[in-house]
């Protein structure tokens, strides 16, 4: 949780805006790292971010991988599962 929150201030710091969850979610299995994802039907620029995004998490030692979904609406959001430390 503390990852999380880090990577949230930071982000909000850096004028993104932010759409937390409004209730609890639960993930099935055990996810570790960091996992940010784009639709492939999203713009150029939504999936350049979540590169950009992920290069800069790996940078400063959070392990994190980039996924792409296949939303049948894609939209231009990044999402992103933080789960335990690998």
Same mark, same amino acid.
């Not at 880090?6 to 759409?19: F, M, N, P, Q, Y």
């Not at 790292?33 to 784009?38: D, H, L, M």
């Not at 980039?66 to 609406?73: A, G, H, I, S």
């Given at each position: 949780?503390?990852?999380?929150?880090?990577?949230?201030?930071?982000? $909000?710091?850096? $004028?993104?805006?932010?759409? +937390?969850?409004?209730?609890? !979610? &639960?993930? %099935? $299995? *055990? %996810? &570790?790292?960091?996992?940010?994802?784009? =639709?492939?039907?999203?713009?150029? $620029? !939504?999936?350049?971010?979540?590169?950009?995004?992920?290069?800069?998490?790996? =940078?400063? =030692?959070?392990?994190? &991988?980039?996924?792409?979904? =296949? +939303?049948? !609406?894609?939209?231009?959001?990044?999402?992103?599962? *933080?789960?335990?430390?690998?």
């Amino acid at each position: 949780m503390a990852i999380a929150n880090r990577i949230a201030e930071i982000l $909000g710091a850096a $004028g993104w805006k932010l759409h +937390n969850p409004e209730k609890f !979610t &639960t993930l %099935v $299995g *055990v %996810v &570790t790292g960091v996992f940010v994802s784009a =639709d492939k039907g999203a713009s150029e $620029g !939504t999936r350049r971010a979540a590169k950009e995004l992920t290069s800069a998490l790996n =940078d400063n =030692d959070i392990d994190a &991988t980039k996924e792409e979904n =296949d +939303n049948p !609406t894609p939209s231009d959001e990044i999402h992103m599962k *933080v789960g335990i430390k690998p």
